[in-house]
């Protein structure tokens, strides 16, 4: 049997006497790249790939990723050009390199002062004036995004945003439309900027229709209002990229990315005609703006990867596979090369260069060396020098402009057909600038917020998800009755399940400053409406319904208009109180009654109500009358008149007495009859040391009186009792005869089952 083969010894380190293996210094690399340390990481994957007999594609690779996190960005470049001869680059292995290339290009232009991602722009956002903006367009404008608000969209929380800036969340929100009041009064005040943003809109829906000529024409219109407006040049330039007129979508991007340097869509719409032209080195610079002013954004790094490997890799200059072997040792020579010769770079980083600048390796000497000058812009003297040992460049004037400048064919501007540049300052706004200065006093009158249901000025307004603004109040009344807006009969179903009705602010405050002596005349009204509903004397509501007594709950479904209404005005006076009477044919409401106190109302989604109220004191009609719909009345309040001496003694024991009679004949109730008098009126108060304590006498007699089998007109009789002495003694002559009554029932039944 022959032995079986014996493996051979991992490979060593070559490039040392440690006799490490290479797997294992090849993973100290990968650590120290992990662990951010990039040059080290690089010296390392460098070591190895010197001394290796044939180059490695993948340690080439490792080596680049290395470099370009380094920012040594010449060297990055040779190490991934030495990967491309030893097979295809894919763009997904340019990331690291994408990556350091928009660090770069980042940190130079802010070095330059040119506005770029590190640096906030000088010149005033879309939208606003040079100048501080005038108190209108402030009050009118959009808290999201800023500019004049168009089509106003009343959220439920009160705020008032433009209609495509309102934010769906994870559920689809209610559909909400324009606000009636707001809108007109923008049209009023705004007219040529009301239109602006109508083209705008137009022009936009136009292009998701995918109709490019029709959305064209609107957007010109509105650049004639608004010559300057960077929104629209950007949509024409979009346009133009639609229909492939690249060189006027370069025009208006060139534009906008001149004079909002942060604007991450203005370089991306730019790059796109510039990729359209052709223009491959400007493309990638483009896309290395976006992606150093967003690097999170995926679809950037993408597109940056794409166009790196057509620039820096194209597919005409990357080897086979298989390479000869004079190509392999000439890549290890200049990989050699490079091991330990550092350069200072302009930008910080360290580079690696030949001693000979006439032997420097083939990876550096393509035209690749020029984009990187370009996209980088290196034109500083210092950063000349050290870079021209690596990167032979003939000088090139084009090349030493820095961003946000563009190509000579870009910004000439005597070159036909071009776009010259404007001073933001001086750029014609034709009538909107005349809107501006006329908005600085708005024609503002009672009229523009006028309620449609009071005909007064709109006091507390509220606006509905169908877009009519109306005075809180009113709007509550009409959905009392039904739950339909009062104007376009939308249903509110949903607002008045939720209660939502929080004020419109915007309108609150445009009432607060242009009309404020109305709304002082509006709001003094109101004020003496409200003393007027907090009397508890005079025209106090009542609510005729039931028996009540004080200290005794008194739960009530209230779902009648009128009386959601009046249980709504006794909570918004504050007072939370109302009387409850009894009904009489002839008289309409009983002559004596109790005062509720309201503890608590759960509303339901129909607009009806549990109040949970209870009883305060005792009162007797004097007159009464009606006020929308329910009845009020002039009242005054009765107390139980107290008595000294013996008549006091004997007043505490007829107390003592009752009391004890009433407890021994709620004990000698059946069980469920004993369940149903709790789960409704609750325990029955302890007796009370001082029977006099209270005005309207002791707790337990009123539970008593509410829970005992008596006729209506027997507990009203009571309830109007001034003397607790007769009251008590009423009470015991009922517990007589209720317990005779049931002693006879229990005997009879007795003697029915001894018969049986």
């Known amino acids: ?132 903006p005038a108190a209108p367009r402030d009050l009118l404008g959009c808290p999201r995004c800023r500019r004049l608000l168009h089509r106003p969209v009343t959220l439920p929380c009160g705020l008032t945003v433009c209609k495509r800036c309102v934010e769906p969340g994870s559920a689809r929100p209610p559909q909400r439309r324009v606000n009636v009041v707001l809108s007109g009064l923008l049209e009023k005040c705004f007219p040529a900027e009301c239109r602006l943003r109508r083209l705008s809109g137009q022009a936009r829906s136009l292009q998701r229709q995918q109709q490019p000529e029709a959305a064209l024409l609107r957007c010109d219109q509105a650049l004639n209002l608004a010559p300057g407006d960077n929104s629209l040049l950007l949509l024409r330039a979009e346009l133009y990229l639609t229909m492939k007129n690249y060189e006027q979508a370069l025009q208006d991007a060139s534009v906008v990315c001149q004079k909002e340097p942060l604007s991450t869509k203005g370089h991306h719409v730019k790059a796109q005609a510039l990729s359209g032209l052709g223009r491959n080195k400007e493309v990638l610079k483009e896309f290395l703006y976006c992606l150093a002013l967003n690097p999170e954004c995926h679809a950037a790094k993408k597109e940056t990867q794409k166009v790196m490997c057509e620039v820096f890799f194209p597919a005409a200059e990357n080897a086979q596979q298989n390479l000869t072997t004079s190509i392999q040792s000439k890549l290890k020579v200049q990989c050699q090369s490079h091991i330990n010769t550092p350069v200072t770079l302009g930008g910080g980083g360290v580079a690696s260069s030949p001693e000979d600048p006439s032997e420097k390796s083939d990876v550096f000497r393509n035209t690749s060396s020029s984009v990187l000058y370009f996209i980088l812009g290196l034109h500083f003297e210092e950063d000349k020098k050290t870079i021209q040992s690596i990167l032979p460049v003939p000088p090139s004037s084009s090349l030493k402009r820095p961003f946000p400048n563009d190509t000579e064919e870009a910004c000439d501007l005597k070159t036909p057909g071009k776009i010259p540049k404007k001073d933001p300052d001086s750029s014609p706004q034709g009538n909107l600038n005349s809107e501006i200065e006329e908005g600085q006093g708005l024609s503002i009158d009672v009229t523009d917020f006028e309620c449609a249901l009071c005909m007064r000025l709109l006091f507390e307004p509220v606006t509905t998800p169908c877009g009519h603004t109306f005075c809180l109040k009113c709007l509550e009344r009409c959905l009392d009755h039904a739950p339909h807006c009062p104007l376009c009969k939308d249903k509110l179903s949903e607002l008045l399940a939720s209660r939502n009705f929080n004020i419109t602010i915007l309108a609150e405050e445009l009432i607060f400053r242009y009309l404020s002596d109305e709304l002082s005349d509006r709001k003094r009204i109101y004020d003496e409406e409200m003393t007027e509903l907090s009397n508890l004397t005079r025209d106090v509501p009542i609510f005729v319904c039931a028996m009540a007594f004080p200290t005794v709950p008194c739960p009530l479904h209230v779902f ?197």
Request: charged share 25%; net charge negative; aromatic share 6%.
């Open 560 to 756: 009648e208009p009128r009386y959601r209404l009046m249980i709504r005005r006794c909570m918004d006076t504050g007072t939370r109180r109302f009387g409850m009477c009894l009904s009489v044919d002839h008289a309409g409401i009983s002559q004596y009654g109790c005062m509720l106190e309201i503890k608590d109302v759960r509303t339901f989604p129909d607009g009806s109500s549990v109040v949970d109220a209870i009883g305060i004191s005792r009162f007797r009609v004097l007159s009464h009358r009606h006020r929308d719909g329910y009845n009020t009345a002039d009242i005054e309040y009765l107390e139980d008149d107290k008595v000294e001496g013996p008549e006091y003694e004997e007043l505490t024991t007829l107390h003592d007495s009752v009391y004890e009679q009433s407890v021994s004949w709620f004990a000698s109730l059946q069980d469920h009859m004993k369940e149903q008098i709790l789960s409704h009126f609750g325990l029955m108060p302890d007796r009370e040391p001082e029977p006099q304590s209270n005005p309207s006498g002791p707790a337990w007699s009123w539970w008593i009186l509410a829970v005992l089998p008596l006729e209506r007109k027997a507990q009203l009789a009571i309830l109007g009792m001034s003397s607790l002495k007769e009251r008590l003694l009423a009470i015991r002559r009922i517990l007589v005869i209720i317990t005779r009554k049931m002693n006879s029932r229990q005997e009879l039944a007795a003697i029915r089952e001894r018969n049986n």
């Open 1 to 132: 049997m022959s032995p079986e083969p014996v493996p051979p010894p991992p490979p060593q380190c070559p490039s040392c006497d440690c006799g490490e293996p290479f797997a294992q210094r090849l993973e100290k690399g990968d650590e120290a790249f992990r662990a951010g340390e990039y040059e080290m990481a690089a010296e390392l994957f460098r070591s190895m790939l010197a001394g290796l007999a044939q180059p490695d594609r993948d340690l080439c690779l490792r080596l680049g990723d290395a470099l370009a996190r380094a920012g040594r960005l010449p060297e990055a470049l040779g190490a991934f050009r030495g990967a491309a001869r030893l097979g295809a680059l894919r763009p997904e292995e340019l990331g690291e390199l994408a990556g350091g290339l928009a660090r770069a290009l980042g940190l130079r232009e802010w070095r330059l002062g040119a506005g770029g991602p590190d640096r906030a722009p000088e010149e005033p956002a879309e939208g606003q004036a040079a100048s501080a």
